[in-house]
């Protein structure tokens, strides 16, 4: 998926950081003696924050950046490690994610900053073993409840909050860090708010009650909208005295953040109960809609969301993230795991039922792989779910086994391939491929893309044996579509395994089948694998056609994603063709557009031909850089420039000229310049004139 460089938490900023000064410096005294620091403590004392924190203040430290990774979403053991590489930013095209992992982070100086491992201890404790063997200048900092236990391992206890002592003046109060952030936070509640001679003693007492604890905290400076300090403080004081948590075995502060939230949930309305207890299921962020879709019914209306909603916001249950034009929710995970652990057993079948249901129709709502003007939007809208998504789907996995799961799968296909999660696509196609009937329609459609991942994964055996299975069950489904994929798949691998003419002359039979049932969808995806195929295989000509068909479809459909890939098609089959002035202005058109969604793997064809373009013309300055820029990009996947055929030749070409045109000495400042670049800096370098 799209390249993420940790940046400012837009939630992390409700707490200003309150308070944690000290741990932030111990975090930067112990980093440097140790390659592993993980941060432990009880949930809600702010482990995630502090890393956050202090991970902002080292970024001089590590010339290759830090880069964060939340798992709180990620519940498959299996996708661990595609998890992080997606965050990194690594396409899987080779099937090897750790491998992959090893490889790209090996000589960089960087700081990997590993979220919520509790749930996913052994697992992580060994992906961070195995990377800090192979990369030597990697640093890993991890928070979870408790040590990873891994050699050399140095841990950090993250404290709560400062509270005053019994006693104190005024002042000291004041300045106490449990104060100072419920005094933030209550003055969102209620403007105006102060710590002042009258309100100093009950918010002493309160904190000394709350243990400190940030979440805590946060929770009962919700409740100053709705109720005064003095009856607030002796409210929590008769809970804490009457109410234990069952598990009375637990320290203190754990069982006053289980109270805190027992008490915030006794004092939601009903609704309100019902809905956070519900919405506790969602791994990642919803929307309006989505919580409306899933969690109405069986006691919550519809229309009734919003001021439900809005109600759990204002008592900080929900964060509100504002982005792209809409606001979405979110649950801090230890308030996910209480509103779970009181999700009514009886609410759930219909709940996940509901769930299922939405996600399968949102999958299929955005699917990219079709002739539409919002390509673009759809490619975001699925990426930002894909932590719902990968609940659904291990929903429909769960015996007796629903094949919704599969369509899911089959309608996320696209959008795998162009984020580059193909081993992830494969695991949710291949698990669903044993829950429905050899002659279902949506198997058939599950093998043909399964056959294309294995392809790109050069898994040739298992691309064949996919292809046979594809030509089994499209005999039984007996119809024209299910024959026209069948051949697609058999063209696919018999491209993959270098037979291009038996290849080529199976994915024309199959577009012909296409077109005459009016698939326009699956001629477009059946042109862009012809033409990609054409222009690897030294065949512009072909390519060219092929890419012009594509090109005419997706302008026609204002196809955003199929145009751009059939710009660098062509762009290929220009610089094949020798005409290097075409093939940088179709390169450029086509970088123009893939930078709206970061594609980095599209970008960076673009900017590898670009630089073949500019050395063409004598411009060997720009080549170097642009040479840079593409090979910070290509250093992100599993095949260097020279592991692809299509560029071998003219990588080395341009190489070497640029080399002997500038000198060793200008070439290196100029690549090194290049490869600085972020990725919108090295597009706007690129298509500048």
């Known amino acids: 998926m799209p390249e993420r460089e940790i940046a400012p938490d837009r939630d992390a900023d409700r707490t200003a950081f309150v308070g944690r000064v000290h741990e932030v410096a111990e975090v930067r005294r112990l980093l440097p003696g140790t390659r592993l620091l993980t941060l432990t403590g009880a949930g809600g004392v702010g482990k995630t924050r502090l890393a956050r924190q202090a991970a902002s203040t080292l970024r001089t430290w590590f010339p290759a950046g830090v880069q964060f990774v939340d798992l709180a979403a990620v519940r498959d053991v299996r996708l661990l490690e595609t998890s992080v590489a997606a965050a990194l930013g690594l396409r899987d095209t080779c099937g090897r994610s750790l491998p992959a992992l090893v490889d790209h982070l090996a000589d960089k ?21 195995r990377l800090l063997s192979g990369a030597p200048r990697l640093r890993v900092l991890a928070t979870s409840r408790q040590a990873l236990g891994v050699g050399g391992e140095q841990v950090l206890v993250v404290p709560p909050l400062a509270v005053p002592a019994p006693g104190a003046a005024v002042p000291d109060i004041a300045h106490s860090d449990a104060v100072r952030l419920f005094a933030e936070r209550a003055a969102q509640a209620r403007p105006g708010f102060t710590v002042d001679e009258a309100t100093a003693p009950a918010l002493a007492r309160l904190c000394r009650r709350l243990d400190g604890l940030p979440l805590a905290i946060e929770l009962a400076a919700a409740r ?41 949930f006794g004092l939601c309305t009903p609704g309100e109960r019902r809905l956070w207890t519900r919405l506790a299921v969602f791994p990642g962020e919803m929307d309006l809609e989505t919580a409306e879709a899933v969690c109405s019914g069986d006691g919550i209306e ?33 308030i996910r795991a209480y509103g779970r652990e009181l999700l009514a057993h009886d609410d759930e079948p219909a709940l996940f039922r509901r769930y299922r249901d939405h996600y399968r129709w949102l999958a299929e709502r955005n699917r990219i792989d079709q002739l539409v003007p919002d390509q673009f939007d759809r490619y975001r809208a699925a990426l930002a779910e894909i932590p719902n998504l990968r609940l659904a789907l291990d929903l429909c996995m769960r015996p007796p086994g629903d094949p919704s799961g599969l369509r899911i799968a089959v309608a996320l296909w696209s959008a795998w391939l162009l984020a580059g999660a193909l081993s992830e696509g494969r695991h949710w196609l291949e698990r669903s491929l044993g829950l429905v009937s050899p002659t279902d329609d949506d198997r058939l459609m599950a093998l043909w893309v399964d056959v294309l991942f294995a392809a790109y994964q050069h898994d040739l055996e298992a691309a064949e044996r996919r292809a046979d299975e594809c030509a089994l069950t499209a005999k039984g489904c007996g119809d024209e579509a299910a024959g026209a994929f069948c051949l697609q798949a058999r063209g696919i691998a018999a491209l993959a395994r270098g037979d291009t003419g038996d290849g080529y002359a199976l994915l024309r039979d199959a577009r012909a089948r296409h077109r005459a049932r009016g698939d326009l969808d699956a001629v477009a995806v059946n042109l862009h694998f012809a033409a990609s195929f054409g222009v690897a295989a030294h065949s512009p000509e ?3 056609a092929l890419g012009e068909e594509l090109l005419a479809l997706a302008e026609d459909h204002h196809a955003q994603i199929f145009k751009a890939y059939a710009l660098i098609t062509l762009g290929y089959a220009a610089w094949w063709q020798e005409d290097p002035a075409l093939a940088w202005a179709r390169m450029c058109r086509a970088a123009t557009l893939l930078i709206e969604i970061g594609d980095s793997w599209g970008l960076s064809q673009c900017l590898e031909v670009l630089a073949w373009a500019a050395c063409a013309q004598g411009d060997h300055d720009r080549a170097a850089r642009l040479l840079g820029a593409a090979g910070r990009l290509w250093r992100a996947f599993d095949i260097p420039p020279l592991g692809l055929q299509t560029f071998t030749r003219s990588h080395r070409d341009c190489e070497a000229r640029a080399r002997r045109e500038l000198g060793e000495r200008a070439f ?15 597009v706007a370098y690129a298509i500048s004139t």
């Open 109 to 129: 100086r960087l700081l990997l900053v590993l979220d919520n491992c509790e749930h996913l201890l052994p697992e992580c404790a060994e992906l961070a073993a």
């Open 302 to 334: 519809p229309e009734d969301v919003l001021d439900l909603v809005s109600g759990l916001v204002d008592k900080s249950i929900l964060i509100s993230v504002r982005g792209a034009g809409r606001s979405r929710y979110r649950m801090l995970e230890s």
């Open 542 to 544: 072909e390519g060219a």
């Open 668 to 682: 290196t400042a100029a690549y090194a310049a290049g490869a600085k670049l972020s990725l919108d800096g090295a």
């Open 224 to 264: 100053l909208r709705t109720t005064p300090l003095e009856e607030l403080a002796d409210e929590l004081d008769r809970r804490f005295d009457l109410l234990a948590r069952p598990d009375t075995a637990a320290p203190p502060r754990h069982r006053a953040l289980y109270m805190t939230m027992d008490w915030s």
